[in-house]
């Protein structure tokens, strides 16, 4: 009887994988998703059992196609949990090494700082892009797509994603996405910054100085006053998706940004769960916005 392989520890048993079709999958949509746990794999990727799938995730993680990152046995109850992912030499190899432009994130390979961040950045959009699938009349517009139609000037910068606010500190989102609508025949279009807080900094800073969710929000009302975005990515329209770990904090930050921006309009919040599954959810159901009714994203722009 063969010994249970460790999760957090690689162990080749030196046999050679046929790679299937649904694996070159599993690679590329790490590729575009920097990490994933097993359960958003399985939702993208598809197959009849989640069991068989979540073995053959093992195979290729013990044979060197895909990495389990480290840091996330520091969560508690990490071993209870699905796996996260990442991709591997092997995966890398087999599938073509992944360009800048083909992901929907811009987290590069590497150690990173921050990997809880990152990992709630790469779940809230598979989570939002999972929800338009098998859907006709909203499509997931993914952060390649509206690069590719930017100006040239910022095709060829080094960061294409930075937002000019006109004051010296412009604005890096977490994440930009966009959605696209069709209703009657005809399609509108919203596009989004998210922004991820996991209470790793204060909704505000007293004495005004240092970093603060509500400076980054008060930098953004620069972004919109100026409407930069139209110029450096040639898109329409932007709204602010801040999605945090608790409704309290969602409520907090609700009545800062309504009590202190004067146009709350682009400004939309959502507590998350956080939970180990992809949370669809956040197209369906409605976002709180200071002062303004709630605002459903799956609905018509």
Not at 161 to 168: E, F, H, K, Q, W
Request: positive net charge.
């Amino acid at each position: 009887m063969q010994n249970r392989r460790s999760r957090m520890h690689r162990t080749k048993t030196g046999k050679r994988l046929a790679l299937t079709d649904r694996n070159m999958e599993i690679f590329r949509t790490l590729q575009r998703y920097r990490f994933l746990r097993s359960t958003y794999l399985h939702e993208f990727v598809g197959g009849a059992s989640e069991k068989r799938f979540v073995e053959r995730l093992g195979d290729l993680f013990h044979e060197g196609y895909l990495d389990r990152p480290t840091e996330q046995w520091r969560f508690a109850n990490a071993r209870c949990k699905p796996v996260v992912y990442e991709l591997g030499k092997g995966g890398i190899e087999a599938a073509g090494a992944a360009t800048e432009a083909e992901t929907v994130t811009w987290f590069r390979n590497g150690p990173l700082r921050q990997f809880e961040h990152t990992l709630m950045v790469c779940e809230v959009l598979a989570s939002i892009e999972l929800a338009t699938h098998g859907r006709d009349d909203v499509r997931f517009i993914p952060w390649p797509e509206i690069l590719a139609k930017a100006p040239e000037a910022t095709r060829r910068s080094a960061r294409p994603y930075v937002l000019s606010a006109g004051t010296g500190d412009n604005v890096v989102p977490d994440a930009i996405f966009g959605l696209e609508y069709r209703r009657d025949g005809r399609k509108s279009y919203r596009f989004f910054a998210l922004e991820a807080d996991r209470r790793t900094m204060p909704i505000v800073r007293t004495g005004g100085n240092g970093t603060s969710v509500l400076a980054k929000l008060t930098s953004y009302g620069h972004v919109f006053a100026r409407e930069s975005y139209r110029a450096s990515l040639g898109i329409p329209n932007l709204l602010v998706l801040t999605v945090t770990t608790d409704e309290m904090r969602c409520t907090e930050m609700v009545g800062k940004c309504a009590s202190s921006l004067s146009d709350v309009r682009p400004f939309l919040f959502r507590a998350w769960a956080g939970t180990t599954a992809p949370e669809t959810d956040l197209l369906s159901t409605p976002w709180k916005r200071p002062g303004l009714p709630p605002l459903c994203i799956a609905d018509t722009a």
